[in-house]
């Protein structure tokens, strides 16, 4: 019991010493904790509040700021739009001006085109006009030129002429015949200036008669009815001159002229025999002077192919 007493008596004196160095020390860490509170945690708390503060002003700007350039924006957006409107009612407003513009121009254009075809229409009525009476003209004026005597057109013509005015007379009949006339005898008359054809002959006779008989007409139907004689003629004299070359071989300038002249006799008398004449049977003519050439630059030359030309 008083061990008890002892060792409580020591307990309750080591409770209260361990009691106030506790206080002491709570005491102690509270004065750390306020200086503590004082100069850290305070100057801190209050650096966030202050930073916290900044962060709200500076979102608070931000927001501003956010703002400011959504209306910039919005500013922008409808000036550009606005921009583009005007240009746009600007460029239709142009365009719309053109195309009145256009429309007059196309119109005064068309009108003018108008004009033109009209002015053109009437020009190609007068230049018609004038086409035609000087067409007529023209026709008067071949027309009176066949006014005159047959035999006298045949001088003053060809065969290419009255072909020509065949196409232009037009309707004058008179005209139209006496050129178809003399057509006929042109073509009658070129049978001379070919070689000899029986049925050729024979056609050009029959033309002959169908056409006035004149002068002249008579005379190209006497040398169409001659000429089988006149070509059988000089056939014959030909061959006549193919013996003398047969007998007669010149060898100098002597025999040469001589055996010339005995060409020219058999030429000369075919001639008298025939009353040949060089105008009235061109192709004949031809077949004659080459002949002459020929054996009056070597009596010796063979002509015998000439007769294949008869």
């Known amino acids: ?50 930073l ?18 959504k209306n910039l924006e919005s500013s922008v957006d409808k000036l550009s739009k606005d921009k ?16 009145e513009e256009k429309a007059k121009l196309e119109k005064k254009n068309s009108e003018q085109e108008k004009d033109i075809a009209t002015i053109k229409s009437e020009n190609l009525k007068k230049e018609q ?7 007529q003209n023209v026709r008067n004026q071949i027309a009176q030129t066949y ?6 057109l045949i001088k003053l013509l060809t065969k290419q002429i009255v072909e020509r005015d065949l196409l232009l007379v037009g309707d004058n009949e008179t005209a139209k015949k006496k050129i178809q006339s003399l057509q006929k005898y042109f073509i009658s008359k070129q049978v001379l200036e070919e ?13 002959l008669k169908d056409i006035e008989q004149s002068a002249f007409v008579k005379d190209l139907a006497d040398k169409l009815g001659d000429y089988k004689l006149c070509n059988d003629g000089l056939k014959t004299t030909v061959n006549n001159i193919l013996k003398i070359d047969k007998e007669f071989s010149s060898n100098d300038d002597y025999t040469q002229k001589t055996k010339l002249q005995d060409i020219l006799f058999e030429i000369s008398w075919y001639f008298r025999n025939y009353r040949f004449n060089f105008e009235d049977y061109p192709y004949l ?18 002509i015998k192919y000439l007769l294949d030309r008869l």
């Open 129 to 135: 006009q004038k086409y035609t009476e000087g067409q």
């Open 195 to 207: 070689r000899y054809n029986e049925k050729k002959v024979e056609t050009a006779q029959n033309q």
């Open 285 to 302: 003519s031809s077949v004659v002077l080459e002949i002459m050439k020929l054996k009056q630059k070597d009596a010796n030359t063979d």
């Open 1 to 50: 019991m008083k061990k008890n007493i002892i060792l409580f008596s020591f307990l309750c004196g080591f409770s209260a010493a361990y009691s106030q160095d506790l206080v002491k020390e709570i005491q102690k860490l509270t004065l750390t904790n306020d200086s503590l509170q004082k100069q850290v945690i305070k100057p801190k708390q209050d650096s966030i509040l202050n």
């Open 52 to 69: 916290q503060g900044q962060i709200k002003k500076m979102e608070k700007d931000n927001g501003d700021l956010n703002n400011k350039i």
């Open 84 to 99: 583009l409107k005007i240009e746009r009612d600007s460029l239709q407003k142009h365009n719309k001006n053109l195309i």
């Open 147 to 152: 006014n005159k005597p047959f035999d006298e």
